[in-house]
């Protein structure tokens, strides 16, 4: 097991004190996150009430086979996110590294599969605007301009945590995590399940719901 020296910062006097304080400040983020997404999600379901029939053969055209490994590809991220934590407060720092470098390659697979995705969107003209696919109803754009803003928005948060993660696997070969202070890896942890778990959303709305429906 490795050893590392807890990092206590200003202006706090102890450990758990530091930890709560950090603790709070990520739900706090995570809060705003929630919201901001929230907006999306609501005006998807504002706009699915008004045009049903254009957002049911709207969903038809996602291609379902990338949305499911996509999803199985975050779920079991998870999983490693959360062994990585683990270690991390078992103080095994070569563990660390080695679930959240799994974690990374996970996390690289999705958006390598969602740019696979958005290019076959773009050969089937779903993009909203001028050229967008005529054998679907205009209301239809709007499904279509939802789903790039909120697929698009959180492929940046998968990028985001790819940065992070590598940031957190270089301290933890650095042996700077202890069963004392592993406070970094557990916020990390704690990103990562948000980002999965607002995929757990999108994933359904997208496509599955009417999908094999008229």
């Known amino acids: 097991m490795d050893s590392a020296s807890p990092t206590l910062a200003m202006p706090y006097e102890e450990m758990p004190q530091q930890k709560q304080a950090?603790?709070?400040g990520m739900w706090a983020f995570l809060s705003t996150e929630i919201l901001f997404f929230g907006v999306m999600f609501v005006a998807y379901i504002v706009y699915r009430t008004i045009f049903p029939e254009a957002f049911a053969l709207a969903s038809h055209h996602t291609i379902v086979l990338y949305g499911t490994v996509n999803t199985a590809?975050?779920?079991t991220s998870s999983l490693t996110m959360a062994l990585a934590v683990h270690a991390a407060k078992e103080g095994n720092n070569k563990l660390v590294v080695r679930f959240i470098a799994i974690t990374i390659l996970f996390a690289?697979?999705?958006l390598v599969?969602?740019?696979f995705e958005y290019h076959d969107d773009l050969d089937e003209h779903l993009w909203p605007g001028p050229h967008f696919k005529p054998e679907l109803p205009h209301a239809s754009q709007i499904f279509w301009i939802l789903y790039w803003i909120m697929t698009g928005v959180h492929a940046v948060h998968v990028t985001v945590g790819v940065g992070v993660m590598s940031f957190i696997a270089r301290m933890a070969a650095?042996?700077?995590y202890s069963p004392e202070y592993h406070t970094p890896v557990e916020?990390?942890?704690l990103y990562w399940h948000f980002v999965d778990i607002i995929w757990i959303f999108l994933y359904p709305l997208l496509y599955l719901i009417n999908r094999y429906s008229a």
Do not use: H, P
């Open 22 to 24: 950090a603790t709070l």
């Open 73 to 75: 590809i975050l779920l």
């Open 108 to 110: 690289l697979a999705f």
């Open 113 to 115: 599969i969602k740019g």
């Open 174 to 176: 650095k042996r700077k």
């Open 187 to 189: 916020m990390t942890g």
